[in-house]
């Protein structure tokens, strides 16, 4: 158990919708990183928040958006959802200045 | 884009057997870290080598880098079906480290599913 925690664990949307996926980091942990792994490939980076501010972005379009609130804990929300957009995301905290990233369990999205 | 590969992508192997997998990554960095995840759920992180190191432990896994080839080796010492798992090797995607304060943005590879058969 790392003490991170994400919500829902499942989710089933349809092509075109919004979705809003939650993370409650670590206490303590003021940094959290978004990821999305595809079925049988490696995480990816979506983007980090940092005392809620972004703090670096990998290759996503404007349509992932994030939110960091003063208790750390984290949203991740996806506009005119894709097929392509099927994948487990990740949220991952940090202690301050830390190399090491702590997992929450997942939310597997579905797009049909 | 993925910075670094791991290899093999699967290795099958029985109890008490040791598994070695390997990574290879493509621009300088300040550390390698390796993860593992357990069938489709969130990643543990096992092991952080700095790039000043060659050699490092922990338990039964052991660590090494070389910079000069850019690769990297996980191997897990006497598995045990709980093994069972797959291996990520994961670096900072700048290069540069936590600079002015968060924490790295990791890139990893597709990862080495292991099998240990009982």
């Known amino acids: 158990e790392t003490g991170v925690t994400q919500s829902p664990t499942h989710l089933i949307k349809t092509r075109g919708q919004q979705v809003t996926l939650r993370c409650s980091s670590q206490?303590?942990?003021?940094?959290v990183s978004w990821y999305q792994q595809a079925l049988g490939q490696g995480p990816q980076f979506i983007f980090q928040?940092?005392?809620?501010?972004?703090?670096g972005r990998g290759n996503f379009p404007p349509r992932f958006s994030g939110l960091q609130f003063p208790n750390y804990s984290s949203e991740l929300n996806v506009n005119a959802l894709e097929l392509d957009d099927s994948a487990l995301y990740l949220c991952?905290?940090?202690?301050?200045?830390?190399?090491?990233?702590?997992f929450g369990p997942g939310t597997r999205l579905t797009v049909l | 884009s993925q910075q670094g590969e791991e290899d093999p992508q699967a290795l099958s192997i029985q109890e008490g057997e040791n598994a070695t997998m390997n990574c290879s990554y493509k621009?300088?960095?300040?550390?390698l870290q390796w993860y593992r995840q357990n069938s489709g759920r969130g990643l543990v992180h096992l092991i952080l080598?700095?790039?000043?190191?060659r050699e490092k432990h922990s338990g039964r896994l052991r660590v090494t880098l070389d910079t000069s080839k850019k690769s990297s080796s996980l191997l897990i010492t006497a598995s045990r079906a709980a093994d069972t798992a797959s291996y990520f090797c994961?670096?900072?995607?700048?290069?540069?480290?936590?600079?002015?304060?968060?924490?790295?943005?990791?890139?990893f590879g597709k990862g080495t599913k292991l099998t240990v058969n009982p």
């Open positions: 991952a905290s940090s202690p301050i200045v830390s190399d090491t990233q702590y």
């Open positions: 206490s303590g942990h003021n940094t």
């Open positions: 928040y940092y005392r809620e501010e972004e703090n």
């Open positions: 621009t300088s960095i300040n550390n």
């Open positions: 080598i700095r790039s000043n190191e």
């Open positions: 994961a670096t900072d995607a700048s290069g540069r480290g936590i600079t002015q304060g968060g924490s790295e943005k990791l890139v």
